[in-house]
């Protein structure tokens, strides 16, 4: 178990819908990383988050967009939901600029 | 933005035998770990080695940072070290990652 909880799991909706997925980090980390994994992208950085700020943008589309709370908490929403949207989607956390820590990941299907 | 590099992209091992996967990366990194990723999907901390050599039971990794690449050592290879193996690297602020290689131990 790495410390990091993301929920839902799995999560299967159509397309044009919106869906929040949640990520609670390891107790005491502020950074919180958001990851797209499909099958011809590979792992791809999305977002980051240090103590509520954001830090870094990665690959991320104008339809997604995230947010850190100020108990650390992070979600990612993903809006007008396309068919390639589906995909394994990981939360990460760290503490400052050490080793990170993946939660199991919420699997998205679009159909 | 950096390039990370990981050979082979697939392996077949018998069970019992050794391997090294190699991953180059072509800039400076202040980060680099080595994940398993298991069949179910999840991403296993194997090793977080930005230089030196660590050693986990049958693991061992190895990263020359001035030369940019990192070595993963599997010995006495079980079907349970089937998955993908992936070397990321942070030149900044978030991890990138390599493709991975496939690693399948048969019986």
């Known amino acids: 178990d790495s410390g990091v909880t993301q929920t839902p799991k799995h999560l299967i909706t159509a397309t044009g819908q919106r869906v929040t997925l949640r990520c609670s980090p390891r107790s005491g980390d502020l950074s919180v990383y958001w990851y797209q994994q499909s099958l011809d992208q590979g792992l791809q950085f999305l977002i980051q988050y240090y103590n509520g700020e954001e830090r870094a943008k990665g690959n991320i589309l104008e339809r997604f967009s995230a947010q850190q709370f100020p108990d650390l908490h992070s979600e990612l929403n993903l809006s007008s939901l396309e068919l390639g949207d589906s995909a394994l989607y990981f939360c990460?956390?760290?503490?400052?600029?050490?080793?990170?820590?993946f939660g199991q990941g919420t699997r998205l299907t679009v159909v | 933005g950096i390039q990370v590099e990981q050979s082979p992209p697939d392996l077949i091992l018998q069970e019992g035998a050794n391997s090294t996967l190699r991953c180059n990366f072509s800039d400076s990194v202040n980060n680099l770990q080595w994940f398993h990723q298991n069949p179910w999907g999840q991403l296993i901390n194997l090793f977080y080695?930005?230089?030196g050599t660590k050693q986990n039971g049958r693991l061992s990794a190895t990263t020359v940072a001035t030369e940019r690449y990192s070595l993963l050592y599997i010995s006495s290879s079980q079907t349970t070290d089937s998955g993908v193996y992936f070397c990321?690297?942070?030149?900044?602020?978030?991890?990138?990652f390599g493709k991975g290689t496939s690693l399948l131990v048969t019986p």
């Open positions: 990460a956390s760290s503490a400052r600029n050490t080793e990170a820590f």
């Open positions: 990321a690297v942070k030149p900044g602020y978030a991890l990138n």
């Open positions: 080695i930005p230089s």
